[in-house]
């Protein structure tokens, strides 16, 4: 085992009083390295144990005192772990359980140092961590030196006797694992200066592997290393990482990263920035130089929150990769200006504003190279002030087809693209392209994307290979419908082509461009009209619609009428047009406000109702009427969907219109939601554009008057009305100047009809119902007077009831004899006659009264 060496009891005492320290460790692993070369046991509380390299001893086991039992309480234990020189130290633990308290480990815990140079220089010592827990995850899966030698310390508190509860809820088995000394020639290829700590390298070899200074073992903090390769001129250099796990910090990398730099020197222009977990991520140089830095930082746990040492799933490995200089790499000769840094031939193309251009595969019309992947990202126009199209036309292809499948080559076409281009790759092309031909293609969006691949096909090694397409960037407004100009926005709609559709704003849903103008048409047939409902509805809320603002229009015969005007965040009410043809022209201003609108439009052709139940509205009221109710179809219950009703109200000319709400509950609300769904329109006026419109369920608080002799009432519900009560409504043909022969309202001064006194519908206006109370009869009065005729009614027929009763009884008490009398008067009245008036005449009156008793 050894030389054992025992410290005078003074000294055990000094060592007894120690706190457990990293100065404990350095002052004992001093006194123990330097005069000892093997020490197993240095008093009963302090022990070192060395594993070192031999041609015999390359690798073993290794554990805490007592493994699998519970390891001994006031101990200070070390293992040292020493390769021979071109070796290092590799250690994998198998098993962990030290007891500390977690997460700064108090009580029990291990250290361990993997950058220890010199025993005897222990001020340039670095702790690689500090570890405590009950199972292996909480210690690295594996550990490589950083030069020769790995040390393990595990410090132990005595036990007492209130820890015994504690004792016998844990194991303290300790620790145990695999060593391995290993060489270390992978860790030096091309390595610069002499010093140890040195971490440069030169690579010039045509390829080989690289790995991080500790590889596959976690590294340790605050090391800077780079390694930069060479080759001839006019070749490139490969690079692919078999095994990324460095820490991710988050966006950037913060802590640890592998820079890749395309060029000879750190100033060059930076390829990437890596961390995290990856395997087989790609890289070429531009040109034959390329370095590659590798930097890790300290302080993760506590800048960023992060258990280091606990449940951390990136083992902190470093890297592995392999690289390779060739000249058979694709020249970047022809298309420095597009290619992507950091790949073999990808190219990506940029707009400037609708230019054109053409692309070729590799080296063509020649040869290319073979097994080579090269994508080609086409992006066009998207911000504020533009948005475009690629169109794309495949002039020439020679790419072998063999039968229906492209198994030489291929050019795959992705026309909807999103923003990262690995995700729409994994999923199927548009189309695959082999064999010769033609072929053009127009984007979904602002982004194409094009795939060419050639496979290893001998008998194409040196014969025209590939393809050459042109492309160019149109504006694109994102706009359904038939476009009549390719750099104006100007769609057409039809209804010989869909009688239900949608149009929006540019760029729905995204912001629409500032300052941009569209103009849409929807043309129906001449017995057809227009309805529109908005979707969505997004524009600036300047007053007065200064800012963004939406026009609709009736156009016919050369002729426009402006039917609304629109901006703001609700959505406005339904539409329907008088006529054929109706035109919307969207104006923005100079600055992005909203998401825009989006517009559903329906032609529908003029037919007659075929039933009550469809008709509504009313023409040319005021010829027949001087004043009257319009109430809504189907009032009190909900409206129906999909209706367009029209109350036309025309009186002479020196007279105006006058109406007043008495009801009203329509779905929406004016302020709070818009009125999409159902809306009521108010015309003073004969032009298409209303001058009110109202929704919701508060009653409009006023009274409208038209400005001519004319006023229009228009309600009109879409498919996705709810349903509301409706309204009711009085009006009156009202005269406010001049002489008035008829009734003058009290407190408006209006002149009605007088026919529309005293009808029980105010006509004269909000909070003025003198034509219902001036001289006519109090509503009350009436009532009480009706009231009390029926209670007379009611006595005089309860007074002739009981008389009729009491008189029943009376004659049902009398005789039958006396029956037969009255039988016999009357008898004796129809067949005998008598010339003596007076009595004929008493005769008649007993036979009438008998005649009416016996009825009773």
């Known amino acids: 085992m050894g030389l054992s060496f025992r410290l005078r009891s003074s000294d055990k005492r000094m060592y007894d009083r120690l706190v457990c320290s990293r100065f404990e460790l350095i002052v004992v692993l001093v006194i123990t390295g330097v005069l000892l070369e093997s020490v197993d046991k240095v008093d009963d509380s302090w022990t070192?144990?060395?594993?070192?390299?031999?041609?015999?001893?390359?690798?073993?086991?290794?554990?805490?005192?007592?493994?699998?039992?519970?390891?001994?309480?006031?101990?200070?234990?070390?293992?040292?772990?020493?390769?021979?020189?071109?070796?290092?130290?590799?250690?994998k633990f198998v098993d962990f359980d030290v007891h500390g308290l977690?997460?700064?480990?108090?009580?029990?815990?291990?250290?361990?140092?993997?950058?220890?140079?010199?025993?005897?220089?222990?001020?340039?010592?670095?702790?690689?961590?500090?570890?405590?827990?009950?199972?292996?995850?909480?210690?690295?899966?594996?550990?490589?030196?950083?030069?020769?030698?790995?040390i393990i310390g595990l410090f132990t508190v005595k036990r007492s006797p209130q820890d015994a509860p504690y004792d016998r809820r844990t194991g303290y088995k300790g620790f145990a694992g695999t060593y391995e000394f290993i060489s270390d020639s992978i860790y030096n290829i091309g390595k610069i200066g002499n010093r140890k700590s040195d971490c440069r390298y030169l690579l010039t070899k045509p390829n080989g592997t690289v790995v991080s200074p500790t590889y596959p073992g976690q590294y340790s903090d605050n090391m800077n290393c780079e390694w930069k390769i060479e080759g001839p001129k006019r070749t490139r250099i490969y690079w692919r990482f078999e095994d990324l796990d460095v820490f991710d910090g988050g966006k950037h990398c913060p802590y640890d990263s592998v820079v890749i730099y395309d060029g000879n020197s750190i100033?060059?222009?930076?390829?990437?920035?890596?961390?995290?977990?990856?395997?087989?991520?790609?890289?070429?140089?531009?040109?034959n130089s390329l370095i590659i830095s590798f930097t890790t930082k300290s302080g993760r746990q506590s800048d960023t929150n992060i258990q280091f040492t606990k449940n951390n799933d990136i083992t902190m490995a470093g890297f592995r990769a392999i690289y390779r200089i060739s000249n058979k790499i694709v020249s970047l000769d022809s298309n420095t200006l597009t290619h992507v840094r950091g790949t073999e031939c990808d190219e990506r193309i940029k707009s400037e504003k609708e230019s054109a251009g053409v692309i070729k595969s590799p080296h063509w019309p020649g040869p290319v190279p073979t097994n080579i992947t090269c994508v080609y990202t086409i992006d066009?126009?998207?911000?504020?002030?533009?948005?475009?199209?690629?169109?794309?036309?495949?002039?020439?292809?020679?790419?072998?087809?063999?039968?229906?499948?492209?198994?030489?080559?291929?050019?795959?076409?992705?026309?909807?693209?999103?923003?990262?281009?690995?995700?729409?790759?994994s999923k199927p092309p548009d189309s695959t392209l082999c064999g010769q031909g033609v072929?053009?293609?127009?984007?979904?969006?602002?982004?194409?994307?094009?795939?060419?691949?050639?496979?290893?096909?001998?008998?194409?090694?040196?014969?025209?290979?590939?393809?050459?397409?042109?492309?160019?960037?149109?504006?694109?407004?994102?706009?359904?419908?038939?476009?009549?100009?390719?750099?104006?926005?100007?769609?057409?709609?039809?209804?010989?082509?869909?009688r239900v559709g949608r149009?929006?704003?540019?760029?729905?849903?995204?912001?629409?461009?500032?300052?941009?103008?569209?103009?849409?048409?929807?043309?129906?047939?001449?017995?057809?009209?227009?309805?529109?409902?908005?979707?969505?509805?997004?524009?600036?809320?300047?007053?007065?619609?200064?800012?963004?603002?939406?026009?609709?229009?009736?156009?016919?015969?050369?002729?426009?009428?402006?039917?609304?005007?629109?901006?703001?965040?609700?959505?406005?009410?339904?539409?329907?047009?008088?006529?054929?043809?109706?035109?919307f022209v969207f104006q923005s201003g100079s600055e992005s406000a909203g998401s825009g609108f989006k517009i559903k439009y329906e032609f529908f052709r003029r037919v007659r109702p075929t039933s009550d139940s469809e008709i509504c509205g009313a023409n040319n009221l005021g010829r027949e009427y001087r004043g009257g109710v319009i109430i809504s179809?189907?009032?009190?219950?909900?409206?129906?969907?999909?209706?367009?009703?029209?109350?036309?109200?025309?009186?002479?000319?020196?007279?105006?219109?006058?109406?007043?709400?008495?009801?009203?509950?329509?779905?929406?609300?004016?302020?709070?939601?818009?009125?999409?769904?159902?809306?009521?329109?108010?015309?003073?006026?004969?032009?298409?554009?209303?001058?009110?419109?109202?929704?919701?369920?508060?009653?409009?608080?006023?009274?409208?008057?038209?400005?001519?002799?004319?006023?229009?009432?228009?309600?009109?519900?879409?498919?996705?009305?709810?349903?509301?009560?409706?309204?009711?409504?009085?009006?009156?043909?009202?005269?406010?100047?001049?002489?008035?022969?008829?009734?003058?309202?009290?407190?408006?001064?209006?002149?009605?009809?007088?026919s529309l006194r005293c009808d029980k519908i105010p006509h004269c206006g909000l909070d003025d119902d003198s034509d219902e109370t001036s001289e006519c009869p109090k509503y009350g009065q009436d009532s009480l007077l009706t009231m009390i005729l029926g209670i007379i009614i009611a006595l005089v027929v309860f007074v002739i009831l009981i008389v009729c009763i009491v008189h029943r009884k009376r004659r049902n008490g009398n005789h039958r004899s006396g029956k037969n009398r009255c039988k016999q008067l009357e008898v004796k009245y129809v067949t005998r006659t008598t010339n003596n008036d007076r009595l004929r005449d008493g005769r008649r009156e007993l036979l009438e009264h008998t005649e009416k008793v016996s009825n009773v």
């Open 102 to 150: 977690w997460p700064e480990c108090q009580r029990d815990y291990m250290e361990i140092y993997i950058r220890v140079e010199n025993i005897s220089d222990y001020n340039k010592w670095d702790l690689h961590n500090k570890y405590c827990g009950n199972s292996v995850k909480e210690v690295p899966k594996v550990l490589v030196s950083y030069y020769r030698i790995i």
């Open 439 to 498: 072929k053009a293609f127009t984007s979904a969006g602002p982004r194409m994307v094009l795939v060419f691949h050639a496979h290893n096909d001998k008998e194409y090694t040196n014969r025209r290979y590939g393809f050459e397409a042109s492309y160019r960037f149109v504006t694109d407004y994102a706009i359904p419908g038939k476009p009549l100009s390719k750099s104006v926005c100007h769609f057409r709609y039809s209804s010989r082509s869909a």
């Open 380 to 425: 066009g126009l998207q911000d504020l002030h533009n948005l475009e199209k690629v169109k794309l036309n495949i002039t020439n292809m020679t790419i072998p087809k063999y039968g229906e499948k492209c198994t030489s080559g291929f050019v795959k076409v992705y026309l909807s693209v999103p923003e990262k281009v690995e995700d729409s790759l």
């Open 48 to 91: 070192t144990k060395e594993f070192k390299s031999t041609p015999t001893n390359k690798s073993g086991f290794f554990s805490s005192p007592n493994y699998p039992n519970k390891y001994p309480g006031g101990q200070r234990i070390f293992l040292r772990f020493k390769a021979q020189e071109n070796e290092r130290v590799k250690i």
């Open 633 to 754: 179809s189907n009032f009190g219950h909900k409206y129906k969907t999909n209706r367009t009703c029209d109350w036309i109200i025309s009186v002479k000319a020196w007279a105006r219109v006058l109406i007043h709400f008495s009801e009203f509950n329509l779905e929406g609300h004016l302020e709070k939601q818009g009125c999409a769904n159902a809306v009521l329109k108010i015309y003073t006026r004969r032009t298409a554009l209303p001058t009110y419109e109202f929704c919701g369920p508060q009653l409009p608080n006023r009274t409208f008057l038209s400005d001519e002799g004319y006023m229009k009432i228009r309600f009109v519900t879409v498919d996705k009305a709810i349903g509301g009560k409706g309204f009711k409504l009085s009006w009156a043909a009202v005269r406010k100047q001049g002489r008035c022969e008829q009734f003058i309202c009290r407190k408006s001064g209006y002149c009605i009809d007088n």
């Open 503 to 583: 149009f929006n704003s540019p760029r729905f849903p995204s912001r629409y461009p500032p300052n941009t103008k569209c103009t849409y048409e929807l043309l129906g047939r001449s017995d057809e009209w227009i309805r529109l409902s908005f979707k969505k509805f997004d524009l600036d809320t300047k007053p007065d619609c200064t800012g963004d603002v939406l026009y609709a229009k009736e156009y016919d015969n050369g002729k426009e009428a402006l039917i609304g005007r629109y901006c703001g965040k609700l959505p406005p009410g339904p539409l329907q047009s008088d006529t054929s043809k109706v035109k």
């Open 267 to 287: 100033n060059s222009p930076t390829i990437g920035t890596f961390c995290g977990k990856d395997s087989g991520l790609e890289i070429w140089s531009t040109t």
